[in-house]
Nanobody
Framework: QVQLVESGGGLVQAGGSLRLSCIASGRTFTNYAMGWFRQAPGKEREFVTTISRSGGSTYYADSVKGRFTVSRDNAKNTVYLQMNSLKPEDTAVYYC???????????????WGQGTQVTVSS
């Protein structure tokens, strides 16, 4: 199986930035498109962004478009989420996930990381 480990979360003031990392192991990383999801207190897990196997295609939720950037380094088996201009409503546990095909649907992702907490203060 693919194992995913997120890191880089923390506490930041509104308007600040964080970069999350997700390191994959266990299978060939380039076989998988990768996604980021988040789950805020009292809410269901929701789509944030996804990136294709080669890194050539990306998609973003409207709520983060223009502020977040997803990228991947296949040589390092790592996907990144650069988060700029953070807002209090971005506060959530952020999860990375792997899928065979680029998708925004969380049910189509086969592997999930443990999550990393992002807290944005006002």
């Amino acid at each position: 199986q693919v194992q995913l480990v997120e890191s880089g979360g923390g506490l930041v003031q509104a308007g600040g930035s964080l970069r999350l990392s997700c390191i994959a192991s266990g299978r060939t990383f380039t076989n998988y498109a990768m996604g980021w999801f988040r789950q805020a207190p009292g809410k269901e897990r929701e789509f944030v962004t996804t990136i294709s196997r080669s890194g050539g295609s990306t998609y973003y939720a409207d709520s983060v478009k223009g502020r977040f950037t997803v990228s991947r380094d296949n040589a390092k088996n790592t996907v990144y989420l650069q988060m700029n201009s953070l807002k209090p409503e971005d506060t959530a546990v952020y999860y990375c996930a792997a899928t065979r095909g680029t998708t925004t649907r969380k049910g189509e992702y086969n592997y999930w990381g443990q999550g990393t907490q992002v807290t944005v203060s006002s």
